[in-house]
């Protein structure tokens, strides 16, 4: 039944229109807009890696900034090192301490004189 009705359909007046699309991108034109578009896409992309905030140069001047800074991290590190075994040897050795306050805030022993000498100035002359 189906093929004797798409042959009435087919003849005389009740004949199936055909849809017709317009053809404003056949397959040739359809790629070559694809190609224009990924060049376009590709020339951005590249734009993108070369010249914006996070481009490859940005991450290698990033990279030697990384670099500096753990060097002066390491360098502190052995800085505070040895503050730390200073700081537990005049925990231990007496003498140590004893030298220390001398030197640096000038205390002294019962009955010992200290002797000062003022420094000259050079605008006094």
């Known amino acids: 039944m189906t093929t004797m009705n798409a042959r009435i359909i087919g003849r005389g007046k009740y004949?199936?229109?055909?849809i017709k699309y317009p053809v404003f991108l056949s397959g040739v034109h359809l790629m070559q807009c694809l190609?224009?578009?990924l060049l376009i896409?590709?020339?951005?992309?590249?734009?993108g890696i070369?010249?914006?905030?996070?481009?490859?140069f940005r991450y290698r001047e990033q990279c030697?900034?990384?670099?500096?800074?753990?060097a002066k991290i390491?360098?502190?590190r052995e800085e505070n090192h040895r503050s730390f075994r200073r700081i537990q040897g005049f925990k231990k050795d007496l003498q140590a301490?004893?030298?220390?306050?001398?030197?640096?805030?000038?205390w002294t022993r019962e009955n010992e004189l200290m002797f000062e000498f003022p420094v000259p100035r050079k605008d006094r002359q």
């Open 74 to 76: 390491e360098k502190l």
């Open 50 to 56: 070369i010249f914006s905030d996070h481009s490859i």
């Open 15 to 18: 004949q199936m229109n055909k």
């Open 41 to 47: 896409i590709s020339c951005l992309v590249l734009y």
């Open 97 to 106: 301490q004893e030298r220390l306050v001398r030197e640096q805030l000038g």
């Open 35 to 37: 190609v224009v578009a």
């Open 64 to 70: 030697r900034q990384v670099e500096e800074l753990d």
